[in-house]
């Protein structure tokens, strides 16, 4: 999905005179977030690994009797062996049902996965974790009130430079599940393993992926690590003058507010562009101040 051309910051005035004074942006640990949930809910398989389990077996036994559609080649290390074993035994005159006794299932192999899932994604990895929080809507009243001052602050628009690989490229869209998201099928993975693409995406659901009652912030984010920045929370990292592309007012910000950062847009930020938002018959719109 393309990233789009200009990404937002919702912000009291207060911050917003921090950062164009400083030219900088805070990027934030998720420990200091607002939702306790975040890099926490942790993805999971549709089959389970437990329901998986009873067709993994007869799936390779058909297999090495060459009744199966299972991709041999890609099978997992543990799982070819045990096609490797299967198919020399039947190659001896063994039947293939002898080998499909019923055992009890492994009810905590689930439970198993998420511990190492959690042992992986751990207090480190969200310590160190430092994400740029925006979105892609500049008149989102929800988010006026809750982020902006209650509309008395304003909204930081930015753009991503190519010519200067700006992190904006990078961003990616939080989705929104009522339940924990799936990653793919427990039979794949107990069959072929873990892989490049089964990591990339129990990463982007651990990482961008909130619950369904946050949805209505409409988020991008964009996620660094950063080891050597001690106990801090958090990391105050510079972005290029020309990113800044406009500042807007919220409804109720004060003629000083107003004064103090235009001024300080004018001498810092000059490719800025200054809007203010204006209730029209209740519907919020931008206008150029």
Same mark, same amino acid.
């Given at each position: ?29 998720? @420990? ?5 949930? $975040? ?6 398989? $549709? ?32 799982? +070819? ?38 042992? =992986? ?8 974790? %430092? ?9 989102? #009243? ?27 490229? @990078? ?6 599940? @009522? ?19 089964? +990591?990339? %995406? ?5 990482? =961008? ?7 209505? $912030? ?7 690590? %950063? ?15 020309? @990113? ?21 847009? +004018?001498?810092?930020? #000059?490719?800025?562009?200054? =809007? ?6 209740? $519907?919020?719109?931008?206008? %150029?101040?």
């Amino acid at each position: 999905m393309d990233t789009p051309s200009h990404l937002y910051k919702y912000t009291s005035a207060d911050t917003a005179k921090v950062v164009l004074s400083t030219g900088c942006l805070r990027w934030s640990s998720p @420990e200091i977030f607002n939702d306790p949930a $975040e890099f926490r809910r942790l993805p999971s398989f $549709e089959p389970s690994l437990v329901d998986s389990i009873p067709q993994v077996p007869r799936l390779v036994v058909a297999a090495a009797a060459g009744d199966s559609t299972i991709d041999v080649e890609r099978l997992c290390a543990p799982t +070819r062996q045990l096609y490797d074993l299967v198919s020399w035994a039947i190659s001896q005159g063994m039947k293939a049902e002898d080998f499909l006794d019923e055992h009890e299932e492994d009810r905590a192999l689930d439970a198993i996965y998420h511990e190492r899932l959690r042992e =992986f994604f751990g207090e480190n990895f969200t310590k160190q974790a %430092r994400v740029l929080c925006l979105t892609a809507n500049p008149l989102n #009243p929800a988010m006026w009130a809750n982020y902006a001052q209650s509309h008395a602050g304003c909204l930081l628009g930015f753009k991503h430079l190519p010519e200067l690989s700006t992190p904006l490229q @990078e961003a990616k869209r939080v989705t929104y599940h @009522e339940t924990a998201p799936l990653i793919g099928s427990g039979l794949d993975f107990l069959l072929y393993g873990d892989s490049k693409e089964l +990591r990339e %995406r129990t990463i982007d659901y651990i990482c =961008f992926a909130k619950k369904a009652e946050w949805q209505y $912030e409409q988020e991008w984010r964009v996620i660094t690590w %950063r080891s050597n920045e001690g106990h801090s929370l958090h990391g105050d990292y510079p972005f290029f003058p020309d @990113e800044l592309e406009s500042l807007t007012f919220g409804l109720r910000a004060s003629d000083d507010d107003v004064n103090d950062l235009t001024a300080l847009t +004018r001498s810092k930020y #000059p490719a800025c562009s200054v =809007f203010r938002v204006v209730s029209e018959h209740g $519907e919020l719109k931008r206008v %150029r101040a």
